[in-house]
C-alpha cells in the first residue's frame, strides 16, 4: 500500500529476496503503475480490486496511515497488517481494526531514484504475538543479514535519532553549497571530506572521531569564522561549536 520513498525501494527489496508483491495500491494511478511495472505485479488505485492477501505492507506517509489502516483491515481481517512508519505506534493498526499486526522499519534513507541494497540495512521489527514476530524475523533476514526487535517506544528514538544522522546533515551540505556557491567554488571539493567523515565513525566513536577548532577550543578561529556568515548560518555555526566545546570539556 503505497508508491513513495520507502515502499518502491521495500518493494524493490522483497522482490529481490524472492519475495515479491503481488499488488501495488497508491492514491494516483500512474504512482502504483510505475511501481508495479518495475515489481511486475498488478497495480490499481481501487482498493476494491485488490486480490486477496496474507500480508499488507502499509507505505503512506503518516497522515494517511490510519485511514488507509482502517480500510485494509476492513478489506483484509486475516491479514497480517504492517507499517513501515517510525513514528507511529504498532497500536495505530490496532485502533484501525486489525485483528493481525506489526511494524516493519528498515532504518534506511530512500529514494525512488537511488535504490539501495537492504544486505546491511538495520530492519526492526515488531508484532502483537509470538508467531508473527518469527514470521517478519523471517521476512527481514531474508532481505537483510540485520534484524532487531524494538518496540514502538524505543523506534521513536530510532526515528529522531535518523533525522539528527541523516535529515540535519544533509541540511547542512545545502547550507554549504550555497555557501560555496556564493564565492564560486565548488561544492565537491567538499565529497572526499563528507566521504571519509562518514567513514571514520565505522571504526571509531563519533566522539573520538571530531575535529576542527571547536575540538581544539580554538576561539579565535571561531569567532573569525562567524564574522564571515550572515545571522543563520553564524547562530548555527555558535550553537554546533557550543556543543562540541561541552563534550570535549574546552
Known amino acids: 500500500m503505497g508508491a513513495g520513498n520507502m515502499a518502491t525501494s521495500l518493494a524493490m527489496a522483497l522482490k529481490k ?40 505492507i502499509i507505505s503512506v506517509v503518516d497522515s494517511a496511515l490510519r485511514e ?37 522499519y528498515p532504518m534506511q534513507t530512500m529514494s525512488k531514484h537511488n535504490i539501495v541494497p537492504f544486505d546491511n540495512v538495520t530492519i526492526f521489527i515488531e508484532s502483537h504475538c509470538d508467531e508473527d514476530t518469527a514470521y517478519l524475523n523471517s521476512l527481514a533476514s531474508s532481505l537483510s543479514t540485520k534484524v532487531s526487535y524494538a518496540s514502538s517506544e524505543q523506534r521513536c528514538y530510532l526515528h529522531v535519532a535518523a533525522v539528527f544522522a541523516c535529515n540535519f546533515p544533509n541540511a547542512l551540505y545545502c547550507m554549504v553549497a550555497e555557501l560555496l556557491e556564493s564565492k564560486n567554488l565548488p561544492f565537491d571539493s567538499m565529497l572526499p571530506l563528507i566521504d571519509e567523515a562518514a567513514r571514520k565513525v565505522h571504526n571509531m566513536s563519533p566522539l573520538s572521531a571530531q575535529t576542527g577548532p571547536a575540538k581544539r577550543g580554538d576561539h579565535n578561529v571561531m569567532n573569525a569564522h562567524k564574522a564571515m556568515l550572515n545571522d543563520e548560518l553564524a547562530s548555527i555555526y555558535e550553537s554546533m561549536s557550543n556543543y562540541i566545546l561541552k563534550r570535549n570539556n574546552q
Open 68 to 104: 488507509v489502516a482502517a480500510k485494509v483491515s476492513a478489506l483484509f481481517p486475516d491479514a497480517l497488517v504492517l507499517h513501515t512508519a517510525g513514528s507511529i505506534p504498532m497500536s495505530a493498526l490496532a485502533d484501525a481494526g486489525a485483528s493481525r499486526y506489526g511494524v516493519f
Open 17 to 56: 529476496s524472492g519475495n515479491a508483491p503481488v499488488a501495488v495500491w497508491s492514491r494516483t494511478l500512474s504512482s502504483a503503475e510505475l511501481l508495479g511495472s518495475l515489481v511486475g505485479c498488478m497495480y490499481t488505485n481501487e482498493l476494491s480490486a485488490l486480490p486477496a492477501a496474507d500480508v499488507v
